[in-house]
C-alpha cells in the first residue's frame, strides 16, 4: 500500500513538471540562444522569423542584435523584418552602425521590409558609392560599403532578390567573373524601384551607363517598376546595348514606360 501511494505521487509531481509542447518549444529555443556555438545561436534567429506578433520572439530576436557574432546580430536583424516587427525599430537603426557589412544590410533589408524610409539611404550610399544626404551613414560605413572585400561577404544572405545573371547561377556568376560588388549594387538599385524621392529616379537614371551589365540591368528593371515615363529617355538608348539581358530588359521597360506616358 505504502508502495503504491509513493508511486502516485511521483506520477502526480511528473504530471505537474511535464513541459506542453508548446513550453518544450520555448525552451528549446532559449537554450539555443544560450548555446556556445555561434551556428546554432544563428539558426534560432531564423527560426524567430517564423513568429510574427510574438513579443517573446521580438525581445529574443532583439537580444540577439547585441551578440558577440556578427553572424548572429545579421540573423537577428533579419529575423526581426520578417516579424514585422515596428517596435524594434529604433534598435534596428543602431544596428546600422554594426562595423560588419552583413549587420548593416541585415538591419537595412529589416527596416526595408518594415517600410522605413531610412534603409533607401543604405540602398542610395551602395548604387551610387556617396551618401544621398547629410543622414543615415557615417564616414566609417561609406567606406565599408566601398570595400570589394566587405562586399563579397554579403551573397545571397541579404535578399538580393532580382539579379539577372544571364541564365546562371549565381555561385557561377561568381566564379565566372570574379564580380564581388555588382551582385550587391544590382540588389542595391531593385531596392530603389519604390523610394518615392526623386533623387533616387536620378540616380537610377545616371547609372544606365554603369560599366557592368548585371547593374544596367537591374537599373533598367528598377526604373521600369518605378512606372515614371520621366525615365524612358534614359532607358532607351539601351535598346542597343551589347549585353542581351540589359537589351531585352530594356525593350520591356521602354513598353511599359511608353504605355504609362500615353495614359
Do not use: C, H
Request: cysteine-free; glycine content about 6%; hydrophobic content about 45%.
Amino acid at each position: 500500500m505504502f508502495f503504491r501511494i509513493i508511486v502516485v505521487l511521483f506520477a502526480s509531481v511528473a504530471l505537474v513538471q511535464a513541459k506542453t509542447p508548446s513550453e518544450k518549444a520555448w525552451s528549446i529555443l532559449q537554450d539555443g540562444t544560450a548555446d556556445k556555438s555561434f551556428e546554432k545561436r544563428a539558426k534560432v534567429m531564423n527560426a524567430l522569423a517564423l513568429l510574427p506578433d510574438n513579443e517573446k520572439a521580438r525581445q529574443m530576436a532583439e537580444i540577439g542584435l547585441l551578440d558577440e557574432k556578427p553572424e548572429v546580430r545579421a540573423a537577428a536583424a533579419l529575423a526581426l523584418g520578417q516579424q514585422g516587427s515596428a517596435l524594434s525599430i529604433p534598435k534596428l537603426k543602431e544596428a546600422l552602425k554594426d562595423t560588419q557589412t552583413e549587420v548593416v544590410f541585415a538591419a537595412t533589408n529589416a527596416l526595408f521590409l518594415l517600410k522605413d524610409p531610412t534603409a533607401y539611404q543604405i540602398y542610395y550610399a551602395v548604387l551610387m558609392g556617396e551618401k544621398k544626404s547629410g543622414e543615415g551613414l557615417v564616414e566609417s560605413q561609406m567606406k565599408m560599403l566601398k570595400d570589394p572585400k566587405a562586399m563579397s561577404k554579403l551573397g545571397l544572405e541579404v535578399g538580393i532578390g532580382f539579379i539577372p545573371f544571364g541564365g546562371v547561377g549565381y555561385k557561377v556568376f561568381r566564379t565566372s567573373t570574379r564580380d564581388d560588388t555588382s551582385p550587391v549594387r544590382a540588389a542595391a538599385a531593385q531596392k530603389l524601384a519604390k523610394d518615392p524621392d526623386p533623387k533616387s529616379g536620378e540616380a537610377l537614371a545616371k547609372t544606365t551607363a554603369d560599366p557592368k551589365w548585371l547593374v544596367r540591368a537591374a537599373v533598367v528593371n528598377a526604373i521600369a517598376k518605378r512606372d515614371d515615363p520621366a525615365l524612358l529617355s534614359a532607358v532607351t538608348p539601351l535598346l542597343d546595348d551589347d549585353n542581351d539581358t540589359v537589351k531585352y530588359v530594356a525593350a520591356a521597360a521602354v513598353i511599359r514606360l511608353s504605355a504609362k506616358r500615353k495614359e
